[in-house]
């Protein structure tokens, strides 16, 4: 997985496509050097120069076709074997956004195949508007970082620093936010639905949870008083209609 529209790590292996035209080109090589050694092996050696005509009718039928169809294969394959397309936007489904899969961080993740950014410092980056289903960005570094209008169901930012990210508008439902920081995070008219926040989570410092959704997502005590305090604890949410005071089930 990764900022906006970029490539992978390994982007001869990113599609099946693209694996399988690097794979052609490794064969076309291979071929052209073994029928290369063995051409150099029946050759005739001779201590003085041939003449133009001597080396033509020297050289076997069928060694000249074989060179000829190696050539072909290998113009074939590299036909098209530019490099492969950039990775797509549907999450942790697709394998070009996968750089590790199975398993994860925390028991949530536990048995999951999944993408993972793992320790990964991703300030500031840019994951606006995507489709990022099951992706983990797990003990990174997600500073500043701009996730709006993007789906987040099931990602993982366990352990996590988010400070200063702005949520707004994103769908957060069964996210892993256990022992991670939102300081100054944006969760406006976020849906934080079934999250799984743990005892370690802290909203301390949050910037906004105004038209947030937080139904059946079990906060601490503490953090729910902290929270149905702070001065952008009202509206209600434009996608699941649910009104914000009453989702984090206030004490009006």
């Known amino acids: 997985v990764i900022p906006k529209r970029t490539p992978t790590d390994d982007p001869i292996h990113s599609t099946p496509a693209a694996a399988m035209k ?5 064969l076309a090589v291979s071929l052209c050097t073994v029928h290369s050694f063995h051409a150099d092996v029946r ?11 001597a080396a033509s009718a020297g050289t076997w039928l069928p060694e000249r076709l074989a060179a000829s169809a190696c050539a072909l294969l290998l113009s074939a ?13 549907r999450g942790a489904s697709d394998v070009t956004n996968q750089k590790i899969t199975t398993g994860g961080a925390s028991t949530l993740q536990s048995g999951r195949t999944i993408t ?33 209008g993007s ?8 352990d996590a620093t988010i400070d200063g990210s702005d949520f ?17 995070a944006n969760l406006k008219n976020t849906v934080v639905r079934e999250a799984y ?9 949050i910037k906004s949870i105004e038209n947030s959704d937080f139904t059946d997502t079990y906060l601490r005590k503490d953090q729910v008083k902290y929270l149905c305090e702070h ?6 949410n434009s996608v699941t209609g649910a009104n914000t005071r009453e989702s984090l089930m206030c004490k009006d």
């Open 168 to 184: 707004e508008n994103a769908d957060m439902t069964n996210a892993n936010l256990e022992m991670c920081q939102l300081n100054r």
């Open 22 to 26: 690097y794979s052609a080109l490794l």
């Open 231 to 236: 001065p952008t604890a009202k509206g209600t």
């Open 77 to 89: 394959s590299l036909v098209g074997a530019a490099p492969p397309a950039l990775a797509d936007d």
């Open 151 to 158: 789906d987040l169901t099931s990602a993982s930012f366990f």
């Open 116 to 148: 993972i950014t793992r320790g990964v410092n991703l300030d500031r980056a840019d994951f606006g508007g995507q489709n990022l289903k099951g992706v983990a960005f797990q003990q990174s570094i997600v500073r500043d970082a701009n996730f709006k």
């Open 197 to 205: 926040v743990g005892g370690t989570t802290l909203f301390t410092g």
């Open 43 to 53: 050759r005739p050696h001779t201590t003085r120069a041939a003449s133009p005509t």
